[in-house]
């Protein structure tokens, strides 16, 4: 299975709520690695010999970017295995923060005793 393929079959099983995903892309030659790598220097990757380590956020067209990359890296004939390390979820909006919160009349009376 191609890179972009994998990257988009580990994509459609993130949680909705996700904002960060970490992914491993594992490449056999640390030279092929070193050129991925260097494909996805906006996602700042961090690569150990094969390992090429980069993050993909939700926000700012970024996954669409990374999507374009993914297929890029398969242009290059570059072939590896990629794995999902983990996500992150998306922070409250701040509406959802207030709709906790009681209104100040209630959270004073219920400070002072009244």
């Known amino acids: 299975m191609s890179v972009a393929e994998q990257y988009r079959e580990l994509e459609s099983r993130l949680p909705a709520d996700w904002a960060d995903a970490r992914f491993v892309l594992s490449v056999d ?53 990629l794995e999902l390390v983990t996500t992150s979820e998306a922070p409250l909006e701040p509406a959802e923060f207030r709709a906790e919160w009681a209104p100040a009349a209630e959270q004073w009376d219920g400070a002072v005793g009244a």
């Open 29 to 81: 030659d640390a030279t092929r690695a070193e050129r991925a790598a260097s494909m996805l220097t906006a996602f700042q990757p961090g690569r150990v010999g094969g390992q090429v380590r980069f993050s993909v956020s939700r926000r700012g067209g970024r996954l669409e970017q990374a999507r374009r990359m993914m297929d890029r890296i398969d242009r290059e004939g570059i072939k590896g295995d």
